[in-house]
């Protein structure tokens, strides 16, 4: 149980496109969705929490109009990278919160993103 | 916010010894402290956790000790295999609404075979 899915697992974009990673909770029901960002040897850093039916809240110094958040339903939320750079090459991933054990929040597997 | 610092930031350890990770955590009101395994390309995955009421907890050959008024807690793994080869990364819950959880700056852990 307690299976995150990400869609696509890598993707290659020219600059200037927009790209969409889809993260589903398979077998249980999240309200709150996680977003994070992970550079090469470093650590999870946090870009935004997507709460099911409203505006996700973003961490200080990510951009809300590049990277559109939507949290459509109980199982899925959505990252939009808009008009993507080489700087937004990264790790994207992304963590669904199980209500059923508190806080405990499990993964995806990440999505691979590079941008040409 | 909360911060979390993690040490060592790699460890190298013979087949069969044990492994020690630390982390201290700045958030006295944070009371959930997990920690994540993550393997090469892949995503995280919870391994143990533990919570503020509790001082140890152990599954297997990992354990986790918390010590809420030094704020550390730290990752104990016996027996190691080569297949614990990772990075490992400790964790705190933010103790807000959402719960948030902010990482520590990871562990690469290698085991020799």
């Not at chain 1, 290659?12 to 993260?23: A, F, L, N």
């Not at chain 2, 944070?30 to 993550?38: E, G």
């Not at chain 2, 995955?45 to 010590?67: F, H, M, P, Y």
Request: aromatic share 10%; proline share 4%.
């Amino acid at each position: 149980g307690a299976v995150v899915s990400q869609h696509p697992s890598w993707v290659i974009c020219k600059s200037g496109t927009s790209v969409k990673i889809e993260c589903r909770s398979l077998d249980f029901q999240a309200t709150t969705m996680f977003w994070y960002r992970q550079f090469p040897k470093q650590s999870l850093m946090l870009m935004a929490t997507s709460n099911e039916g409203s505006k996700a809240t973003y961490e200080q110094g990510v951009e809300k109009d590049k990277f559109l958040i939507n949290h459509a339903s109980l199982t899925l939320s959505t990252l939009t990278v808009t008009s993507a750079h080489p700087e937004d090459s990264s790790f994207y991933i992304c963590s669904a919160r199980d209500l059923s054990r508190q806080e405990t929040q499990y993964f995806g597997p990440g999505t691979r993103l590079l941008v040409l | 916010g909360e911060n979390v610092e993690q040490h060592p930031s790699t460890l190298s350890v013979q087949e069969g010894d044990s492994a020690v990770i630390k982390c201290t955590y700045s958030d006295s009101a944070s009371n959930y402290f997990p920690w994540y395994k993550q393997e090469l390309g892949k995503g995280p995955q919870l391994i143990i956790d533990i919570r503020s009421n509790v001082g140890e907890k152990k599954d297997q050959r990992i354990a986790v000790t918390l010590n809420k008024t030094a704020k550390h807690f730290s990752l104990h793994i016996t027996e190691t295999q080569p297949e614990d080869s990772a990075v490992y990364f400790c964790a705190a819950s933010d103790s807000g609404g959402y719960q948030k959880v902010t990482f520590g700056t990871g562990t690469k852990l290698q085991v020799i075979p």
